[in-house]
DNA sequence: TCGATTGTCTAGCGGTGCTAGGATCGAATC
DNA sequence: GATTCGATCCTAGCACCGCTAGACAATCGA
């Protein structure tokens, strides 16, 4: 029974390893770059492996997803935490998302960008997407103002954020006036 | 000379096919459906011909992205100026904004979320895509507050829209509640 | 020790974007 | 009108992609 535990063992630090090459890889050289046969020659075994742990590429993605947001929810977690009073917890929600964003961006592409084969604002969502959720949502909430549903409240200032972290890493959008457009954007849409 | 003028005026008919082409296909399939060989396919020409006109498919979503941006802007003014009022405006170009996006999006995925190889908020930025941004300020400008730069507000309102129109279509946001963001976002980042 | 099972690899399929080089066609010249 | 010659277009093929069938070796249970 033992080995049949250690092998187990070692196939799920297997997983782990392509998980993290994968994410590794797509930070370094982008998500193009991340293609079966590289990424089965990082981990050092053939490329059919990664199809005895995921389906096919996408699944890779979604793991990445998957990790991500766990790791989200984590930061904005301890961002909110550290701050007293609703618009600093606000702001330091919003500083945090688009941080976390721009530090990760191959991470941020996998969750939202990329196609990884996760349900969303579904029942069968994956939980580690509602917790991330629930991470703005538990800050966003109590400024939602008056006869405001709170989920819709967060949806539409997470819609902000996103298209904040996207359009600006696409260099869309100046990039010297992040800071400006966060200020204002809490101004506006937070009911302090 | 005439000889040469109708040889130009044919490439030119060509290449716009080719731009129509692609657009129809990518409305039609998806972006990954078009492929250089489907795309030639669909022209009745062989696959270098793309290469006489474009330096690659890169070039041919730049082209699409363009005439989308065209587009939109008119999109945009005519909804504006059908509209009395500033809060009437603002809630018309929302809705104008979300619904081309939604209309379009292979379109709107060339010009925001793949590269076509072009230049934003740069000095050399194509004159459609500044443009479009222009007919988003002329209406956002004029209620960016006081003491708020109209093209920081315009930013930032364009960035929300831009996240609730992808997060929408990505099935990342419940679409039934589109309308009341809408009015939630104008209500509170418009200073009527 | 031997058969069965599990795990891994080599090789290859049909597809992608892109390009080199040859064929063809039409315009200009004699 | 025949002939040259340059522009135009296509066939064929490159290297790479995601993915998989089938051969092979290692390991397990009897």
């Not at 964003?101 to 029942?123: H, I, K």
């Not at 819709?152 to 992040?178: M, N, Q, V």
């Amino acid at each position: 029974m033992s080995v049949q535990e250690r092998k187990e063992r070692e196939r799920a630090g297997r997983e782990r390893l392509i998980v993290a090459t994968a994410r590794e890889l797509a930070e370094q050289q982008g998500w193009d770059a991340v293609t079966t046969r590289r990424l089965a020659e990082r981990i050092e075994y053939s490329q059919p492996v990664l199809y005895s742990h995921f389906r096919g590429k996408r699944e890779i993605i979604g793991a990445v997803a998957l990790e991500g947001a766990t790791e989200m929810a984590t930061t904005l977690r301890a961002a909110t935490s550290a701050a007293d009073g609703p618009r600093t917890r606000v702001t330091a929600l919003a500083r945090a998302y688009l941080g976390f964003a721009e530090r990760n961006p191959a991470v941020y592409d996998a969750m939202f960008q990329l196609d990884g084969g996760l349900a969303f604002a579904d029942e069968d969502t994956p939980e580690p997407l509602k917790d991330a959720f629930g991470a703005l949502l538990e800050t966003l909430g109590e400024v939602a103002g008056d006869g405001v549903h709170p989920g819709l409240f967060t949806e539409l200032f997470w819609a902000a954020l996103h298209g904040l972290a996207t359009l600006t890493r696409a260099g869309r959008l100046p990039s010297g006036d992040a800071e400006r457009r966060v200020e204002l954007l809490v101004d506006r849409l937070a009911m302090l």
